[in-house]
């Protein structure tokens, strides 16, 4: 029987436990430094290319050239031309979008942001894993969960840390994005900052709905496995392998590019589209793929031996 009161009390258990506990503190600084370090890897050759225009005004200024306002003004303009193409490119070389997706990201949403959501989509379940790997595998090998079962059922223990331990993921990964906006606010000028952060914002929300059905099947590991560290391991190896390994095949045969869609990796980019039917698509792929998921998990967990 689903209690809402016990769901609660385990949900919110679970969320101060995760900031408390190791693994917690694990989870929170990998994400932070991967991401960081995916948004320098966005942004350093724009960087480099506004230290390459400071360092050319700078030499032609000691020649005795004076620069205009205009000059400058236009040679910005010239770069943030340049910048906003080169990552349309890389967008379209990493995702292969359609003509629609493709205007969408770089035309109507900042580009340089679009760029980094690509690259955090492909984090996405790294981050998912690290947040959600422990839900109950480490009190079913200490066998902690029998105090639990005295005061509530299953269903409740299950669904609880899973909602507890998809808090934890949305509160790390917000940090993560405003760290974000603050840095792209003050590195990139190629958009204003108030677009920059809405967009930004908007990626976070869309990001986390591609984390549900991963927080789901780290749920279902979770209970099937007593060792945490197995758990993690199982976890990796199922998000990731996978797709590579379609993908791999998929070089000789171009219909198994297909079996990405059995996975809810084959989705991801639908969530950043357009609002419109693709889009949609792709929240309804998270969700079935997340109630599939807690449908097993809660199968196995409610039958297996605590």
């Known amino acids: 029987m689903i209690r809402q009161v016990h769901l609660k009390l385990i949900a919110a258990h679970s969320l101060r436990h995760a900031v408390r506990g190791g693994a917690g503190l694990v989870s929170i600084a990998l994400t932070l430094l991967v991401g960081l370090g995916l948004a320098q890897c966005a942004i350093g050759p724009l960087e480099m290319v506004n230290k390459d225009l400071d360092r050319a005004e700078k030499a032609m200024e000691r020649d005795g050239q004076a620069i205009s306002a205009d000059q400058r003004a236009a040679a910005q303009e010239k770069l943030n031309a ?33 760029a980094l959501l690509v690259l955090l989509f492909l984090a996405t379940p790294f981050f998912a894993c690290l947040g959600g790997f422990n839900q109950t595998s480490g009190d079913i090998g200490s066998k902690g969960l029998r105090f639990l079962l005295l005061r509530t ?9 899973f909602i507890g331990t998809f808090l934890f993921s949305a509160c790390v990964n917000l940090l993560l994005f405003l760290i974000l906006a603050i840095y792209m606010a003050a590195k990139v000028k190629v958009h204003s900052p108030g677009d920059m952060f809405l967009w930004t914002m908007q990626g976070y929300v869309r990001m986390m709905i591609f984390t549900l059905p991963y ?13 945490p560290f197995l758990s993690l391991f199982a976890s990796l190896m199922l998000v990731y392998l996978i797709p590579i390994f379609i993908g791999i095949a998929s070089s000789s045969e171009s219909a198994i590019s ?32 997340t109630g599939l998921f807690m449908w097993m998990g809660l199968s196995g967990f409610g039958k297996r031996d605590l």
């Open 82 to 114: 340049g910048v906003i193409t080169a990552a349309g490119k890389a967008i379209n070389w990493a995702i292969e979008p359609s003509d629609s997706q493709l205007e969408y990201l770089v035309k109507e949403k900042p580009a340089m942001v679009s």
């Open 153 to 161: 059922e299953r269903p409740n223990i299950f669904i609880g840390r």
């Open 215 to 227: 927080i789901a099947l780290c749920a279902w590991i979770s209970s099937a496995i007593d060792s």
């Open 258 to 289: 297909y079996g990405q869609y059995i996975t809810p990796w084959g989705f991801k980019y639908w969530l950043l589209e357009p609002l419109g039917p693709k889009f949609f698509g792709g929240i309804a792929a998270m969700l079935g793929f």
